[in-house]
């Protein structure tokens, strides 16, 4: 029987897990998200045409392989709908190979207002938030108030809409907050007609039958590790569990079920909006960094915060989730770069150490770095053998510090930009 094997970003996100699954798609029949919803943004470039996938599995663009959102995703059907628009016009008709979660929650037109009511309240404190009503949906989730696929089918959907939106009502109230506009609502339900014409299905069962068959899953990751909701940098994290144990919860598989755990991260660091960040850079080299990686939020469209690569929250993120094999990405970003720096242990309280404190205030923590000389241009190389010697310092350090393999080393954005290492 075979296994499920997962995908995971182990910083703050925008690792470029989109283009790395699309490439090892080709080996697997079914491609899975477990987790997250459209606050995530997987982006994909081939053909000279750019992607960005919000809730659609990254394996959508390959005609030979199944997708699945399981039941740990939550699904905006305006965001799902704008999606299924997109990606028919390119790849024609999806809806034989995409299948949907029947356990899987809608986020609400309210739980996006109450997203939004709840960052405006918290001022200064605010954590960020993408306002795709992430939040308050997997908060009636847990308080067992949410809405699931499942119910758009049965005879009693339009009664529970009623009752989720009338306690949204109430809270909205309590924040001054505008109430649901009537264009609104005709959008979401224009949205449900679409997700009502794709397979709706226990995925469960399906993932189950799957591997019984001998097939190969892979289990695709949203956000990064350290956005997890339980090992992220607290409060300022996602609302699930983005490390690898998310996957058996949000596919529906056996835990002993999963097979080999990849983990991506970028030759640097990168994070959108508030919350903790170690190794960030506040000056003209952080600058470059931005400008050179095009870093702005596939998502919210918002400029990311850049710092240099994180040895130590790296190391905690492959301990949390087992990672067996290593894909280092955006590696041509840091070309023309003099030195580089890597982090491989803070200074907090005037000790020196290699784990993540329970917090990572930036008064708090000061990095201690290790310098490399620079590497020129990596766009045109090809192969393993091809690469600068300076960088396969780099890479070589990264290894030893983490002791996993990398894999694969992504120098552009490109589909077949892919450099395989083993």
């Known amino acids: ?6 995908l995971l970003g182990l910083q703050w996100g925008d690792e470029g897990k989109g283009k790395v699954v699309d490439y090892l798609a080709t080996g697997y029949g079914v491609i899975a998200r477990f987790q997250g919803g459209p606050n995530a943004g997987h982006t994909l470039e081939f053909d000279g045409k750019k992607f960005v996938l919000h809730t659609i599995p990254s394996g959508i663009f390959r005609k030979d392989v199944v997708n699945i959102i399981g039941n740990g995703v939550v699904i905006d059907p305006i965001v799902f709908s704008k999606e299924v628009d997109e990606i028919t016009a390119y790849a024609g008709d999806i809806r034989d190979r995409l299948y949907v979660s029947s356990r899987a929650h809608l986020i609400l037109p309210t739980h996006k207002l109450l997203d939004a009511a709840y960052e405006k309240d918290k001022g200064l404190s605010k954590i960020g938030s993408t306002l795709r009503g992430i939040g308050p949906t997997y908060t009636d989730k847990i308080s067992r108030a949410g809405v699931r696929v499942g119910d758009i089918l049965q005879s009693g959907f339009k009664e529970k809409m009623k009752v989720a939106i009338a306690k949204h009502n109430k809270i909205l109230d309590q924040y001054n907050a505008e109430h649901l506009s009537d264009s609104q609502m005709m959008e979401f339900y224009a949205g449900l007609d679409v997700l009502r014409s794709f397979k709706i299905v226990e995925t469960e069962y399906m993932t189950d039958a799957i591997l019984s068959k001998g097939q190969r899953i892979l289990a695709e990751g949203a956000q990064g590790s350290m956005l997890d909701i339980d090992f992220g940098s607290y409060p300022f994290v996602t609302s699930s569990n983005t490390v690898c144990a998310g996957a058996p919860a949000g596919l529906g598989y056996a835990p002993a079920r999963t097979g080999t755990v990849y983990g991506l991260f970028k030759a ?8 903790p960040f170690p190794t960030e850079l506040h000056d003209e080299t952080g600058e470059a960094l931005r400008k050179a990686g095009n870093e702005f939020g596939s998502t919210t469209g918002r400029p990311r915060r850049c710092g240099w690569l994180d040895l130590v929250a790296l190391k905690y993120a492959v301990m949390i989730s087992g990672v067996d094999k290593l894909i280092m990405t955006k590696a041509d970003v840091l070309s023309g770069f003099s030195k ?14 290699q784990e993540l404190p329970f917090s990572l205030s930036a008064d708090e923590i000061y990095p201690e770095y290790t310098e490399f000389e620079g590497w020129g241009e990596l766009k045109d ?10 960088f396969n310092e780099f890479l070589s350090f990264t290894e030893k510090y983490l002791n996993i393999p990398v894999m694969l080393v992504s120098v552009g954005p490109e589909r077949a930009a892919i450099i395989e290492m083993e």
Do not use: Q
Request: aromatic share 6%.
């Open 1 to 6: 029987m075979e296994k499920v094997d997962v």
């Open 268 to 275: 640097y660091c990168t994070r959108v909006g508030s919350g």
């Open 340 to 353: 580089v720096k890597i982090a491989t242990s803070y200074r907090v309280g005037g000790k020196s150490t």
């Open 381 to 390: 190389v090809k192969t393993k053998e091809d690469l600068p010697a300076t």
